[in-house]
């Protein structure tokens, strides 16, 4: 495995510092590990655009409400090493929560607006957290580029507004959802499905086909919009919607009709498993 492991902050700007005075595009890709193909997919393509390719692996504690899975969130840093290898990662950056947070630490980045709905308002924190562990790892690799899935589009939406409000010299490049052959967006959760739990998970993605083609054929009403998607989930027993949201598309404002581009976004519990998804709908 030629992939670089570094754990400490110092070796890591270490090895920027002598990227740079080389003048290599830097490319970062940050995960919380779990490495599935949708994570790969944003290594191959920071790997077309950058000389070297960090690949972070750190499950962020400040971004778990104190109910959440942090504590059995899987991790196999090994395996991550070898499948961001693969894709084409020169370092795998796996810092210790202590080495990000050390005792003392008290500063966090606040987005506000765009936070305060969808899953800012159901994981209170959240974002917070995100925003704060993706503000150091910008300042600690430098990147030209961070790459970041539309699966957690609010997610993608959030750091575009503070990289770009805080002047952060990166580009946010991101990368399509990637599904599974029945639709199901990838996830490093769905390994906590049960069988019958990710058969029924499949009510996600089709519910949000559904709203696609009501689109196509015309509809652009929200409320009816949202009513077809919240009916199709309620059908099968095994989920509890937390959410089905449509905004405006990048702004996520507000809207009763589609007039250019929307985001459908939904959370929903099948089990004990929360999972989100997104399309963008078209109105031209």
């Known amino acids: ?28 890709v940050p995960t919380m590990g779990a490495l599935h193909e949708g994570h790969l997919s944003l290594i191959k393509m920071a790997k077309e655009m950058c000389h070297l390719v960090v690949v972070s692996v750190f499950v962020n504690p400040t971004q778990f409400g104190p109910n959440e899975d942090l504590d059995k969130y899987p991790r196999d840093l090994h395996e991550d090493c070898s499948k961001a290898d693969s894709a084409g990662g020169t370092v795998v950056f796996a810092p210790e929560a202590s080495e990000m947070y050390p005792d003392g630490f008290s500063t966090f980045v606040n987005v506000s607006g765009i936070t305060e709905k969808m899953c800012g308002v159901s994981r209170p924190g959240h974002f ?3 925003a704060t562990v993706v503000s150091k790892l910008f300042n600690i690799v430098k990147p030209n ?36 052959e029945d639709g199901l967006a990838l996830s490093s959760r769905n390994q906590y499905l049960s069988d019958e739990e990710r058969k029924a998970a499949l009510v996600i993605p089709r ?5 696609e083609d009501a689109v196509k054929n015309g509809e652009r009403e ?23 949201e449509i905004y405006d598309c990048p702004s996520l404002e507000e ?18 498993t929360r999972l989100i998804d997104n399309i963008v709908l078209e109105a031209n």
């Open 255 to 272: 809207i009763d009709e589609i007039k250019d581009i929307a985001l459908l976004a939904v959370a929903v519990k099948v089990g004990t």
């Open 128 to 130: 917070q957290g995100v």
């Open 207 to 211: 519910s949000l086909n559904l709203a």
């Open 1 to 28: 495995m030629a992939i670089r492991l570094i754990k400490t902050i110092d070796e890591m700007r270490e090895l920027i510092e002598q990227a740079k005075s080389k003048e290599r595009v830097i490319g970062l």
């Open 145 to 180: 580029y961070a790459y970041f899935g539309q699966k957690d589009a609010q997610q993608a939406l959030v750091i575009e507004k503070f990289a770009n409000d805080l002047n952060f010299d990166v580009k946010i490049c991101v990368g399509y959802t990637v599904r599974d």
């Open 222 to 244: 929200i409320k009816k919009l949202k009513e077809m998607v919240v009916n199709e989930i309620t059908k099968e027993k095994l989920a509890e919607i937390d959410y089905v």
